[in-house]
T-cell receptor
Framework: NAGVMQNPRHLVRRRGQEARLRCSPM?????VYWYRQLPEEGLKFMVY????????ESGMPKERFSAEFPKEGPSILRIQQVVRGDSAAYFC???????????FGPGTRLLVL | QQPVQSPQAVILREGEDAVINCSSS?????VHWYRQKHGEAPVFLMI?????EQKGHEKISASFNEKKQQSSLYLTASQLSYSGTYFC??????????????FGKGTLLTVNP
């Protein structure tokens, strides 16, 4: 059973460009969570999605950031007009239900130049 | 509110024991422990639910004191493979919604031969 997949693993963008981060949950998991990790910091919750629904986006910046989890395909975290402060590792996790353990993917390391 | 982990870092020799603490200012429903090696995904270790239950996994165990809003992770007879950063993730409130984990800043554990 493959684990949570994320791609790309590393992404370099210039200020003002768009970044698209993809997450494929574990088989049988319909709940996806995105977290951001800054150097020397813990993981910070951004958004929780089920298929086609955003359940909680309270941790996501109001502007430039959006997330989706379509009926088919991976979950996407989209950052528009990236700034240097967006540089971080972005992890997604999945679980079969919202009250079960979250399993993390390997992360996408975004570097904004 | 982010839980506070202590110590921030610890260095051990193989075979020695360590305790990592996680304290919250909020009433907790559950505590989740993860280990993350540099550049990799956080790996789930265990979850503790309200009730003071102590759990164990080989030489790694944990306790949860809900009254003190604290959890401790115990590593005995440490192995080189235990090296990494340990994070606690806490779920507040009455439970049933553990998607919203709040993580501490982590404890860097280094095990030397």
């Amino acid at each position: 059973n493959a684990g949570v997949m994320q791609n790309p693993r590393h992404l370099v963008r210039r200020r003002g460009q768009e970044a698209r981060l993809r997450c494929s949950p574990m088989k049988g998991h319909s709940h996806v969570y995105w977290y951001r990790q800054l150097p020397e910091e813990g993981l910070k919750f951004m958004v929780y999605l089920q298929k086609e629904n955003i359940i909680d986006e309270s941790g996501m910046p109001k502007e430039r950031f959006s997330a989706e989890f379509p009926k088919e395909g991976p979950s996407i975290l989209r950052i528009q007009q990236v700034v240097r402060g967006d540089s971080a590792a972005y992890f997604c996790a999945s679980s079969p239900t919202p009250v079960r353990t979250q399993y993390f993917g390997p992360g996408t390391r975004l570097l904004v130049l | 509110q982010q839980p506070v982990q202590s110590p921030q870092a610890v260095i051990l020799r193989e075979g020695e024991d360590a305790v990592i603490n996680c304290s919250s200012s909020k009433a907790l429903y559950s505590v989740h422990w993860y280990r993350q090696k540099h550049g990799e995904a956080p790996v789930f270790l265990m979850i503790l639910l309200k009730g003071g239950e102590q759990k164990g996994h080989e030489k790694i165990s944990a306790s949860f004191n809900e009254k003190k809003q604290q959890s401790s992770l115990y590593l005995t007879a440490s192995q080189l493979s235990y090296s990494g950063t340990y994070f606690c993730g806490t779920e507040s409130g009455s439970g049933g919604s553990n998607y919203k984990l709040t993580f501490g800043k982590g404890t860097l554990l280094t095990v030397n031969p």
